[in-house]
């Protein structure tokens, strides 16, 4: 990679031509064919990677699951806590498709940024930044109201069933039973005996009724545990992401207080921020 490439890669943009130049020869090259891996979570870190061509995916493993955090193209870059505090890698990375990197070693980057006042501005810029993309996402909304989502998929027999349901399960339902039940019993008594007493065709149509209530209220049931399972669902994931979203800014919080730690002792400053000055003879 040229150097007025590396220009392109916002932690490195406000370094000098001349200290661009000096990292480009530290780059090493590296290509992966999609589905790769290109590192796994807690795997040694050393390195930050350049996304030259092709698109690499970020991923986190949380008890067992996969939660995906994005994709990165051309001129993105990742794994730079593997810079600050050679640590190990605190996600996934996979080879969404064919694609070429380049790896910057944590020594070479570090000489550059402690030796230029522009590299520590940006370096300190940068962490800045994503600290505030991490309380973005500590902000963003998760939950999501999953009924409406299935409310606006129910078809036409959903809601008939849903609302024969509702009607087995009233008073008014009873009432209408009871008042069909004496006014067939009154009219065949008294006013036009069409079915007789034991009422034999009445009990045909409350067996039909029964039988087509049966099935729409199990389809009724199944809608409710399909509605249970996707409230379920996104509690998980609602929790999952909030889990992911703390322990993404406890290290971040960590890892800038390092670095400013670092880039003042490195420029010669006390942990006061004021320059350090040597003891009396």
């Known amino acids: 990679m040229q150097a007025a490439e590396l220009a ?3 932690f490195l943009a406000g370094l000098s031509d001349e200290e661009r130049a000096a990292l480009a020869g530290h780059l090493v090259e590296r290509s992966y064919a999609e589905g790769e891996t290109i590192f796994a979570q807690g795997d040694p870190g050393d390195a930050v990677l350049l996304v030259t061509d092709g698109e690499v995916e970020l991923s986190l493993t949380v008890s067992g699951q996969q939660l995906p955090l994005g994709r990165l193209g051309p001129g993105a870059y990742f794994g730079e806590m593997a ?3 050679g640590g190990p890698r605190s996600a996934n ?5 064919p694609v070429r990197l380049a790896a910057l070693s944590r020594e070479p980057w570090f000489e550059a940024i402690l030796g230029s006042e522009a590299g520590a501005r940006v370096l300190l810029a940068e962490l800045a930044s994503r600290l505030r993309s991490t ?3 500590l902000g963003e909304r998760a939950s999501r109201n999953v009924l409406q989502e299935l409310d606006r998929k129910l078809t036409l027999a959903d809601r008939l069933a849903e609302k024969v349901a509702r009607l087995n399960g009233s008073w008014a339902n009873v009432a209408v039973l009871l008042a069909l ?8 008594a008294f006013l036009a005996p069409f079915d007789p007493y034991p009422f034999e065709f009445f009990n045909l149509l409350l067996a039909v009724l029964i039988a087509i209530q049966g099935p729409l209220l199990m389809m009724s049931q199944n809608r409710e ?12 994931r609602v929790n999952l992401k909030n889990e992911v979203a703390i322990d993404r800014l406890s290290r971040d919080v960590v890892t800038l207080r390092e670095t400013v730690l670092r880039v003042a002792e490195g420029r010669g400053l006390g942990r006061g ?5 040597p003891p009396p003879a």
């Not at 990375?93 to 498709?97: C, E, K, L, R, W």
């Not at 921020?273 to 000055?277: E, L, N, Q, S």
């Open 181 to 188: 039940t004496l006014g067939w019993a009154l009219l065949n």
């Open 225 to 236: 545990a399909r509605e249970e399972r996707a409230r379920a669902e996104a509690d998980f």
């Open 135 to 137: 309380n973005a996402l």
């Open 83 to 85: 810079l600050l505090d």
């Open 8 to 10: 392109r890669f916002p």
């Open 273 to 277: 921020g004021r320059a350090a000055t």
């Open 93 to 97: 990375a996979t080879a969404a498709s």
